[in-house]
């Protein structure tokens, strides 16, 4: 064995500074080959390196950037996997044309008109027959979840501090709850709430059954039957089945798929309508768009609901998956007044099996403690004491940072897929993070027909209709990219990107 790949060269003369630089705590813990690649993925993304532009040879790397032979290749090869170098023989490695970039982004929406209230639906028709049909097809492939795949999260972590929690108080399994939750769970969360700039205490913080009983309960926090609530176009399906369980109506908001809501039209509908009230905001990684709102948009949004006394309900399912280790803001690290309430889910980053969810009512949260309590009581403590232990200690950001770098390979991966087998016309957004991508398909396909046929053919994914009360994404998928990158899945690609072309050349469509 050559032992000289493992060492690393002596210091050059004047070393690169963005990768050699010391570097800050959190990017220290990425491997110094991810680092390297990825500052030449930057220089990619910026065209400062072009397509068809030779790499540094290895050699140039170890000498420009101070690193091992090894480092250097491993660098090198992450690249030519991940889709932005091939390799040619005994030339070098080259910046290639990523087949994903020839797809192009989803189209803004077309109006800025917001839609009108819708009161009954049918949302929850249409969200029933869609579940009832992926259950009954149980498909091998299911790319409709927004979880990721079992095998990533930490399950021996989590088994062993459930054991070792019934094992020191097997009464949790026997004694009454607190109202609000463990405290200890409560401390935990506050305090990684503090660290991404929200003041929180632990005793603000009122646990959940996920995300989507915090939505419920902030909902009736602040409305009742008949009152008109604005939400993002499209939206989560889980939001607008629990408005129209409520007896409200949904307002959609215009929303970008790369800026997210637009506020302009938010202030519009407010002035129009008069009788909103409150507005939900998934502002990092929205569902199904994928998109992160820029930091002065929810500025915007937060001064503006402040200005209107608009209750504005964040809805933070995703943040923690965002990519890099520097998490997007949330708006309530900008509240000020009490009028952002929180919701946040530990279902997709801890454990999908748990229903964890936690909230913080803002202004209304005496009367937030009282809904729970009158709702569903306290959750079972067990799973807190579980989760609390494991969130407070260092593994829990290393599960974290592992998570958010598989997924980020996942998602690269399906993308280059998805724009090599969907028909001419589609378009994409690759999101900085999380687990869904959002997918526009030409007009003339029907994504519902497309999501039938798919699960004849034992793949899963959901249909743009059910993110909104209107028919206007009716030839938009959302596809789960939580799971491993594996030769099935690339089959299941193809074939709903065949199933796709079928509908689009099917005569009398
Ligand atoms: C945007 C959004 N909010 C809320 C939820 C519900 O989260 P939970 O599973 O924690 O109830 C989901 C689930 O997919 C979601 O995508």
């Not at 215009?254 to 009230?277: C, D, F």
């Not at 005496?366 to 729970?372: I, Q, T």
């Not at 999501?451 to 743009?464: K, M, T, Y």
Request: neutral net charge.
């Amino acid at each position: 064995m050559d032992t000289s790949l493992l060492v690393p060269d002596p210091a050059p003369a004047a070393p690169c500074r963005a990768v050699a630089d010391a570097p800050p705590p959190a990017a220290a813990r990425t491997p110094l080959y991810r680092r390297l690649a990825d500052h030449y993925q930057e220089a990619i993304d910026a065209g400062t390196l072009a397509v068809g532009d030779r790499m540094p040879s290895v050699r140039d790397l170890m000498r420009q950037h101070q690193v091992s032979l090894s480092t250097a290749l491993q660098s090198l090869r992450h690249m030519e996997q991940a889709g932005w170098l091939e390799a040619r023989p005994r030339s070098g490695y080259f910046v290639r044309q990523p087949k994903r970039s020839v797809i192009r982004p989803v189209q803004e929406p077309s109006s800025l008109l917001a839609l009108d209230p819708a009161q009954y639906v049918g949302i929850h028709e249409k969200v029933s027959q869609y579940i009832a049909l992926r259950q009954k097809s149980a498909p091998p492939i299911d790319l409709s979840g927004m979880t990721c795949a079992p095998e990533l999260y930490a399950v021996d972590t989590l088994r062993q501090a459930a054991m070792r929690a019934l094992r020191e108080r097997p009464e949790l399994l026997t004694s009454a709850m607190p109202h609000n939750g463990n405290m200890a769970f409560r401390h935990a969360v506050a305090r990684r709430a503090l660290n991404a700039g929200m003041r929180i205490s632990a005793d603000e913080v009122v646990v959940t059954h996920g995300c989507i009983e915090a939505l419920n309960l902030a909902l009736r926090a602040v409305a009742g039957p008949g009152d008109t609530i604005a939400v993002e176009s499209p939206t989560y399906f889980g939001l607008l089945q629990a408005l129209e369980n409520l007896g409200m109506r949904a307002l959609e908001i215009p929303t970008s798929p790369h800026t997210g809501i637009s506020v302009e039209a938010l202030e519009l509908a407010v002035r129009t309508y008069g009788n909103i009230k409150a507005v939900v905001v998934v502002p990092n990684l929205q569902n199904p768009l994928g998109c992160i709102m820029p930091e002065a948009n929810k500025d915007a949004l937060v001064a503006l609901c402040d200005q209107l006394r608009l209750p504005l309900i964040e809805d933070d399912a995703y943040t923690e998956l965002a990519d890099g280790n520097v998490a997007p803001s949330s708006l309530k690290s900008r509240d000020r007044s009490g009028n952002v309430i929180y919701c946040a889910s530990l279902n997709k980053v801890l454990a999908p099996g748990m229903r964890l969810g936690w909230m913080n009512g803002g202004r209304w949260h005496e009367r937030v403690g009282m809904l729970k309590f009158a709702h569903t009581r306290a959750n079972e403590e067990w799973t807190q004491v579980t989760a609390a232990g494991f969130i407070a200690s260092p593994a829990y950001d290393r599960h974290l940072r592992r998570l958010r770098e598989v997924l980020r390979e996942q998602r690269e991966r399906m993308a280059e897929s998805i724009a090599a087998y969907f028909p001419e016309g589609s378009r994409m957004n690759v999101p900085k993070g999380g687990v869904g991508m959002w997918v526009e398909l030409p007009q003339q396909i029907s994504s519902q027909r497309l999501f039938e046929l798919a699960l004849g053919e034992g793949v899963g994914v959901s249909p743009g209709t059910i993110f909104s009360n209107s028919d206007r994404y009716g030839h938009f998928l959302r596809i789960c990219c939580g799971h491993p990158f594996t030769r099935e899945l690339d089959q299941a690609l193809r074939k709903l990107g065949r199933i796709g072309q079928q509908l689009l050349d099917e005569p009398g469509r």
